[in-house]
Nanobody
Framework: QVRLVESGGGWVQAGGSLRLSCAGS????????MGWYRQAPGKQRELVAT???????NYADSVKGRFTISRDNAKNTVYLQMNSLKPEDTAVYYC???????????WGQGTQVTVSS
């Protein structure tokens, strides 16, 4: 059974930083593509960042230069470092491994990020 649990969300002023964590069990992050999604109020879920098992990364244009995805294989945890946060970054953030959540279309609770002006 694959289990993914996000944490680290919260409230922050514009320009601030947050570091999201996603701890997993039932699947090795080191062997799979990792991803972060977000869903803002009244909007569709969007892909924010990905990391391949070899370490290559990709980011949505809206977060390039501000967000960094990384992983700690020893802890089977993936992170999303978010700097220079903007109000438009306000959303519920979700992690995914190997498209597991996307495939199942079940996203769980996620972690709320709120950025104030």
């Amino acid at each position: 059974q694959v289990r993914l649990v996000e944490s680290g969300g919260g409230w922050v002023q514009a320009g601030g930083s947050l570091r999201l964590s996603c701890a997993g069990s039932g699947i090795l992050f080191s062997n799979n593509i990792m991803g972060w999604y977000r869903q803002a109020p009244g909007k569709q879920r969007e892909l924010v960042a990905t990391m391949a098992n070899g370490g290559s990364t990709n980011y949505a244009d809206s977060v390039k230069g501000r967000f960094t995805i990384s992983r700690d294989n020893a802890k089977n945890t993936v992170y999303l470092q978010m700097n220079s946060l903007k109000p438009e970054d306000t959303a519920v953030y979700y992690c995914d491994v190997d498209g597991y959540r996307w495939y199942e279309n079940y996203w769980g609770q996620g972690t709320q990020v709120t950025v104030s002006s």
